[in-house]
């Protein structure tokens, strides 16, 4: 079993719907969890950075930890055809430097 | 302000070779991670350097090295190179007190071994 799930799609949505993109993860020691976006070509750009269960908003994206059900998701409202990018969950430990990716999910959104 | 920059953009290698990719990190970060990103994959943590130092490594083999210089700069270091060394080379850079610093990727060097 990997240490992180993530599902990679493709998703495809037309423009203004909410999206929900979610990730697993087995290893109880992951405290810090981060979404990335990535653009075709491009590096990750951090997009979210949360450490307690529960919600964090910005703007039109919320951040979801449940460390219960190892369980996080992303949500997206009102998407825009500039949000079409491969979405990259990751995971950090307490005491470690290194981040534990998921696989990246596919999003289009289809104008 | 610059961000993270890595050189080359692009590379193609034979077999057997050694390859080196540079890294310089954000302005006011002094920490350099590589990842190294294969094609549908997340990235996979290769190393962390920290003054100067290596402060952790990935599950990669010895034939991957790197170095930080003084002005915070990085570089890789790939031997013997394996066609399964093909892959996007990330650079991501932070500020190294702050435990909780975020990463801040390069664009990457796209590596391809034949």
């Known amino acids: 079993q990997k240490e992180v799930e993530q599902d990679p799609g493709p998703l495809s949505v037309p423009e203004g719907a909410i999206v929900s993109l979610n990730c697993t993860y087995s290893?109880?020691?992951?405290?810090?969890f981060m979404w990335y976006r990535q653009y075709s070509r491009k590096g990750p750009e951090l997009l979210m950075y949360?450490?307690?269960?529960g919600n964090k908003e910005d703007g039109r994206f919320t951040a979801q930890v449940d460390k219960s059900s190892k369980y996080i998701s992303l949500f997206i409202r009102d998407s825009q055809p500039s949000d079409s990018a491969t979405y990259l969950c990751?995971?950090?430990?307490?005491?470690?430097?290194?981040?534990?990716f998921g696989k990246g999910t596919k999003l289009s959104v289809i104008p | 302000d610059a961000g993270v920059t890595q050189s080359p953009t692009h590379l193609i290698k034979t077999r057997g070779q050694q390859v080196t990719l540079r890294c310089s990190p954000k302005?006011?970060?002094?920490?350099v991670s590589w990842y190294q990103q294969a094609l549908g994959q997340g990235p996979q943590f290769i190393f962390q350097?920290?003054?100067?130092?290596?402060?952790q490594r990935g599950n990669f083999p010895d034939r991957f090295s790197g170095h930080q210089f003084p002005n915070y700069s990085s570089e890789l270091n790939v031997n013997a190179l394996l066609l399964g060394d093909s892959a996007l080379y990330l650079c991501a850079s932070s500020f190294g007190r702050s435990y909780n610093s975020p990463l801040h990727f390069g664009n990457g060097t796209r590596l391809t071994v034949t």
């Open positions: 350097y920290y003054e100067e130092e290596e402060r």
């Open positions: 290893n109880s020691a992951f405290q810090y």
């Open positions: 302005s006011g970060h002094d920490t």
């Open positions: 949360t450490y307690s269960s």
């Open positions: 990751a995971m950090k430990g307490a005491g470690s430097y290194q981040l534990t």
